[in-house]
């Protein structure tokens, strides 16, 4: 018998942020995401103490799940922020630092927590309420006419993301792939219900990264295709195909787990291999020209199957099925106990072989227009290839978002300037109005303004890792830099093109160093000139939902009063 404990009583702690150790952990927190965050932030290798796999990254994916603590509230913010990342594959860092920077700024403005979720919900509202204006000054509108803004869109994304170690010509080559096998995957002439294809993705280590490519149609790994020159059924045109979920290999794992009833003297083995002779027969006399199986074939099955000019495919995997059920048509046959049904065969208009480095695939083409395609990524090592192909799918994901809002952000911090200018602008010219509505003084309608209007800059001041400082106009307010050992008075003369790349520095322009006091003004649009387009963008959807997140969990952890912890 067990020996009996007495239970420990439950820990309870009030008022969490007021604890130094939690609000030590949340300022290393906000640092360690400060120092990943944009296109020169510093990478970040993880490993266990007793070795293992080394992870060198600086996305926002990668490092949350790895960072682990006892403390409950650092988990609150961690899981939603990666909640959201999951959601949009965008962003993680921006609503991560900007939450983490709202809460200290509620903190060191003495204001109550009840007053602080108010103004930040209020500051929340101006903000989205604008986004959404069709004359929002750092809104970009997308024409899919042209791809020239979706590939800025994804080189953004990608250059973003230091450990791809990537030239400036192997990014935009990837966007440009990117972009492309997003286009492939949007059907053309769909009639009814739109359904969006699948970009199947493919790493190859140790080529140069501009070797990497797109293919349209399905590329599968083929260990023998000497049968795909011989083989005469391959004039037919289409050629019927037909796909296994089932394992072929001869064993009693379909049947699951349970006990089997044997007669005495009876060879299971040669019962099951004959009906798969059986299943071989069908197959030939409805004309199949390619089998294909998700687990293992038997090796007798696949001598009969090539030795009647059929292309056998197997150990496909899971991750494949989808796209080449999309593909061809074919539904997989689930049992080898029963007639295969006329229609679970699908077609290949045609099948192609394609050698890249020590691998051979075969090329599925579909018969008539699939949103089905292939792209295979090349790297130096594995781990950039690692981050590649994350970054990859992840900028595939953020371009299938544009499907839903055809808009993206001036990027390099300018929105995040721009809308800091506009909410004090706007909060400014509403003072006695919006206390009076939200319950709160002057003085502290004015306190919150100003900590939500610094913590969206400090997100822009984050992108500078060289010890430069952070700046913003006084017209448009975007977002520059100029290096740290730049006198004031040359400051016109160092500043080349602002964060987004629309506007060029001028001796016109008046200057305000972020996170200092300057004058509220109204932040004016700029006349778009169609020669000039921006070189950084943001993904509207994906910053428009971290802004919510962000302000929501900064919100929820100023309004925790008590953390109640299990101690058994």
Known sequence: ??????????????????????????????????????????????????????????????????????????NLIKTSILNHVSRFSDCGLFAGILCLSLIEQAKQSGLSCSVAIRLNKHFLGLCTGYLQQEDCGCKVKLDFCSSHKLITLACSIIS????????????????KLAVQAFLL?????????????????????????????????????????????????????????????????????????????VHPGVDTDLQILDQLLVLVKQVVEDEVKLFVCQKVIHPVVLQHLKSRGVIVIERLGIPLMEPLTQLTGAQPVATLHTTIPAKAYGEVRDLSIIHFGSRTML??????????CTVILCHRNETMLSELKAVFQKTEHVLRLTLREPSALLGGGCTETHLAAYVRHKSMQEVPETSSALGCSQTELLLGMGGFCRSLESVAAALEHDGGNSLMDLTHAHHWTHPADVMKEHVDESLGLCGCGLMEGSPDHRWTYLKTNYPQFSPAPLSRDPAVQPRVLDSFTAKFNALQVAVETANLALDVHYLIQDMN
Do not use: W, Y
């Open 185 to 261: 995957t949007v059907p053309c002439n769909c009639p009814g219900e739109v359904r969006l294809g699948k970009t199947v993705t493919i790493s190859v280590e140790g080529h140069p990264v501009l070797n990497s490519a797109v293919f349209p149609g399905l590329l599968v790994d083929a260990s023998d295709v000497s049968g795909v020159d011989k083989s005469k059924n391959l004039r037919l045109n289409p050629l019927r195909m037909v796909l296994f979920s089932a394992s072929l290999a001869g064993d009693l794992s379909e049947f699951g787990d349970g006990i089997i009833d």
């Open 1 to 74: 018998m067990s020996r009996l404990v007495k239970k420990s009583p439950s820990l309870c702690t009030d008022l969490p942020l007021d604890n130094s150790d939690i609000c030590t952990k949340l300022s290393l927190l906000r640092q360690l995401l400060k120092s990943c965050f944009g296109p020169t932030g510093r990478l970040k290798q993880v490993h266990n103490n007793i070795g293992g796999h080394v992870l060198t990254t600086s996305s926002s994916s990668v490092l949350l799940p790895a960072i682990s603590s006892s403390h409950s509230f650092i």
């Open 363 to 372: 090329q599925l083409h579909p018969c008539g227009e699939s949103s089905i």
């Open 160 to 175: 973003s993301k230091p450990a791809c170690v990537l030239t400036e010509s192997e990014a935009l080559h990837i966007s």
